[in-house]
């Protein structure tokens, strides 16, 4: 069953995820992006650390009874503005242009979006 909480623990769990990945090999992931323009290790490493204390405040609210429906909106908002930071990323050719790259950037802004979706379709029912 898709609920707030679980909608909410999803997205935490990707973000801790990539975060992690970006900590950990932010070098590595700019050059599977994009070999020729990669992004700066920094702005990975950076995103990294916003990206799990992002999850981890998403755990802290998924834990809430019930969730606090302005925060869920305000994660939903930080999702599509990843969405649309990543369009943006695409359609100019900033640090991903690897066909890899592209691929997976697209797989990950959707299932973003969509967690970001669900989140404010789910908080309608707070």
Known sequence: M???????R????????????????PLEIALFLSADDPAPELV???????????GLHLIWASAQTPPNKLLVLYFSFGDLLWA????????????VTSIPGVIATILVSTVVATLGVLQVLKSKEL
């Open 84 to 95: 649309l930071g990543s369009a943006i990323l695409l359609i100019g050719s900033i640090w």
């Open 2 to 8: 898709i609920t707030l909480k679980n909608v909410l």
């Open 10 to 25: 999803a997205n935490a769990v990707s973000c801790i995820i990539f975060g992690l990945m970006f900590l950990w090999a």
């Open 44 to 54: 990975l490493f950076l995103l990294g650390a916003v990206l799990v204390v992002n």
